[in-house]
């Protein structure tokens, strides 16, 4: 078996090489274009946004910080400006369907047009129908139609007064209409002397005057219909008198924009309905007792509810709806409250993110979008049906009691982007049948890139261009080299860069920040280095404490000496992006039994799935080691001392074997040493994560304490290349003052531990006596004839 390898300096870091640049500072290199690292990413958009059919939207998959939104606006910015203007939307009214208002679709900038052209218009019909009424030859027509039928009732009284007056009665007009009386002689009889004629021949006068009253009757019951042909032709001259005015005024209007179907059948419309309702525009007042004006109410019947103007824009739209809700996405259709009542118009009818972004691009924040109500739904209803139907919610769940706007569906033709977690992408792909037929692009955008030889050039160059963007300070050599070897540890590999660009900015901001403070014109390495630092300790509170905790023996934790059973795990306690490294005690026992290890977390369901996964491994191991000829005639239980939370994880599977090893063979362990590592059943040790932080946490704990040269840590070979630890820790193992160790074995480690060798068996698989491993072999055979023992006296006692 190969030994453990004791890890120089120059394998615990990896520093930035730039020198294949040769620059003062950032502000001499190039800008680096967009993208880096991301080429597949790129390649998923490219296909997204250039496939024109249905369901090709897309999906940007990545944690936050990558840079996801700003790089889709980059692509999209370059789109968009191939590409032309989509055209404008108008809602205008159904004259013969208010409920239900009419879609014009009409070219980019031609929307306002319509719209003023229709407010002039009104303006104009104000202004000329009154005076049209008011001309010479409407109120000549007029009189000519009151003079008719004035003539006509005359004409009637006329014939009767003279059939009166040969029969001598009078026909007499007065103010309330017309009434009959006798005559004599040309006279009307006073009623003394109607009264003094003869009973005879007052009776004949009577008779006389009721037939003469009949007569009347039927003559004046004519004068209605007549008044009623009268208000029809005065109805056909104001509408003959609208229709020229009308027609006069529209005749431009209707030529400029006869290339457009739809709008030439609304003015013609509009036309009829103006005509119809020519009272409108011959009021005197307006409202308030002024002159009526366009935006009065009831011309609203003619104005254009501009939904979509797309006049200033040079290419296709690309909109970002920050909070995606379910009327932010379809529009809504506002009300106005009058009197106590709420009453509406399609004027009121208000535009959506989706509609704004008709003919291009819409990016959404897809957890925003999920956790508002509704709008997930409204948003795959709109996709497959190629439409926006605006609707109110209470219309969608059925709620409405009220009659409302049913406006026209607008076709939409949008590529619309998703942002968000792969987490969340692939629930959607799980449990909605519908996702994936409408995002049938995903976009997975890399969290790190390789560190090639030559990269780090490269990624100078990214920092500059950043430094630009945020108009920070220009960084010097050392500055740019610090930034990058933190990109390094970020990712927790030597041999990968993190893309994580938001990480990068708040570093590059923050350097930028203190070396204004101290009045310098460029950020040097101090200043990187100090808000690396800085940052540290703002989230340090609790890896402070616990520390201190240690140091004061409230949590035990040896770092000299030797112990049976005993051993110091490491573990990464992570808050947010902030991470830090702490010890923990593992002890084991072990003694007579029935082969069985008990981990104390999980019987009390302490321990997470993967960390019991981890001890049913060690149990394999043993088995596999040392029971193969012989059962395992052993009871062993392994706890995490002082814990009281969850514990997770199998990365210390490797401390709990060497722990439990250590109480079967009664080999004392050194406490000097800490040891992280998960461990298969062959004993081979795996790596692990957050392995800069475990060491750096043992390392603190060492350094309060004072370090004597026997202090280290014992990590997996695997986990080398994720080597960068800061400072402190490389300059004691540069002075000798402390050691990392890397084994790729288990027996590698219990060597470094127990300070014996493990040993190797011989061709009966039995190991040296004064091995490790045989010490091990030898206890549990005693165990082993212990227990035949047991079973031979149970056997006695029973026979």
């Known amino acids: 078996m190969e030994p453990s390898i004791t890890l120089t300096v120059a394998d615990l870091y990896q520093h930035c090489d730039l020198a294949s640049l040769d620059f003062t500072d950032t502000s001499e290199l190039a800008p680096l274009p967009p993208g880096l690292g991301q080429e597949r990413a790129l390649e998923a958009i490219d296909l997204g946004v250039n496939v024109p059919h249905r369901g090709y939207n897309l999906y940007l998959m990545g944690s936050g910080g990558l840079g996801k939104h700003t790089l889709i606006k980059g692509v999209l910015e370059q789109h968009r400006r191939e590409s032309p203007a989509p055209d404008d939307w108008c809602y205008v009214a159904d004259f013969n369907n208010p409920q239900r208002p009419y879609a014009l679709r009409l070219p980019p900038g031609r929307g306002r047009h319509l719209r003023a052209d229709l407010c002039q218009l009104v303006e104009d019909l104000l202004n000329a129908v009154p005076a049209a009424f008011q001309g010479e030859e409407y109120l000549r027509r007029a009189e000519e139609i009151q003079r008719e039928f004035k003539s006509r009732e005359e004409d009637a009284a006329t014939a009767i007064g003279h059939q009166a007056k040969e029969r001598g009665i009078a026909l007499l007009h007065t103010p309330t209409g017309y009434t009959l009386a006798p005559m004599r002689e040309g006279h009307i009889l006073a009623p003394e002397d109607f009264n003094a004629l003869p009973e005879e021949e007052r009776e004949h006068i009577g008779e006389v005057i009721e037939e003469l009253r009949e007569a009347l009757q039927q003559t004046l019951s004519q004068v209605p219909l007549w008044q009623k042909e009268m208000r029809g032709r005065f109805k056909i001259l104001n509408q003959e008198t609208m229709e020229g005015t009308v027609t006069a005024l529209m005749g431009q209007l209707a030529a400029d924009y006869a290339d457009l179907p739809a709008v030439h059948d609304y003015l013609a419309a509009a036309r009829k309905d103006m005509i119809e309702h020519g009272d409108l525009f011959r009021q005197g007042d307006g409202e308030e007792g002024r002159a009526p004006r366009p935006d009065d109410p009831p011309f609203t019947r003619y104005r254009v509810n501009l939904l979509v103007d797309n006049a200033e824009l040079r290419g296709a739209p690309v909109v970002h709806e920050d909070n995606p809700s379910y009327l932010n996405l379809i529009g809504r259709i506002e009300h106005i409250a009058h009197q106590g009542t709420l009453s509406t118009d399609f004027t009121l009818i208000k535009a959506g993110a989706l509609h704004r972004a008709n003919g291009g691009y819409l990016i959404l924040d897809a957890l925003r979008l999920l956790a ?84 780090d050039p490269i990624y100078a160059r990214l920092v500059a261009t950043l430094q630009r963007q945020e108009r920070l300070l220009p960084l010097t050599p050392g500055g740019v080299a610090r930034v990058i070897e933190q990109a390094a540890r970020r990712v927790a590999d030597r041999e990968r860069l993190s893309m994580h660009v938001g990480g990068l900015l708040d570093l590059l901001r923050e350097s930028d920040h203190l070396a204004r403070r101290e009045r310098l014109e460029r950020i040097g390495e101090e200043q990187v280095e100090g808000a690396i630092a800085a940052r540290r300790r703002r989230l340090g509170q609790l890896r402070e404490r616990l520390h201190e905790e240690i140091l004061r023996g409230t949590l035990l934790i040896d770092t000299k000496g030797s112990q049976l059973g005993q051993i110091n795990g490491l573990s990464v306690i992570a808050l947010g992006d902030h991470a830090f490294g702490t010890p923990t005690r593992i002890s084991a026992t072990a003694r007579l039994g029935q082969g069985e290890v008990v981990d104390i977390q999980r019987e009390i369901e302490q321990a997470g799935p993967i960390h019991s996964k981890g001890v049913l491994i060690l149990a394999g191991y043993l088995g596999r080691r040392y029971a193969r000829f012989q059962p395992l005639c052993l009871s062993a239980s392994l706890v995490f001392e002082q814990t009281y939370g969850l514990v997770e994880g199998d990365s210390a599977s490797v401390a709990e074997l060497c722990a439990l090893l250590s109480a079967i063979g009664d080999i004392p362990l050194k406490q000097a040493l800490a040891i992280t590592g998960s461990v298969n059943q062959h004993g081979e040790v795996q790596a692990i994560g957050g392995v800069n932080e475990k060491i750096e946490g043992f390392f603190d704990i060492c350094q309060a304490r004072g370090l004597t040269g026997e202090e280290g840590v014992i990590i997996p070979q695997a986990n080398r290349k994720h080597l960068m630890l800061n400072k402190a820790v490389r300059a004691a193992v540069a002075r000798g003052d402390f050691n990392v160790h890397a084994v790729a074995h288990v027996d590698q480690a219990l060597e470094l531990l127990t300070g014996q060798a493990a040993g190797l068996p011989d061709q009966d698989g039995l190991y040296p006596t004064d091995s490790i491993n045989g010490q091990i072999q030898e206890r549990l055979a005693t165990f082993f004839a212990v227990r035949q023992q047991i079973n031979r006296n149970r056997e006695e006692d029973n026979d």
């Open 372 to 455: 508002n109500p509704f709008a997930w739904d409204a948003l795959k209803r709109v996709l497959r049906a190629g439409e926006i139907r605006i609707e109110s919610l209470k219309r969608v769940l059925s709620l409405a009691g009220t009659t409302s706007l049913e406006p026209e569906p607008i076709p939409i033709e949008v590529k619309v982007i998703l942002v968000g977690e792969r987490l969340l992408y692939y629930l959607l792909d799980a449990y909605d049948p519908d996702f994936a037929q409408l995002f049938k692009v995903a976009a997975d955008f890399a969290e790190e890139m390789p560190r090639l030889p030559g990269q």
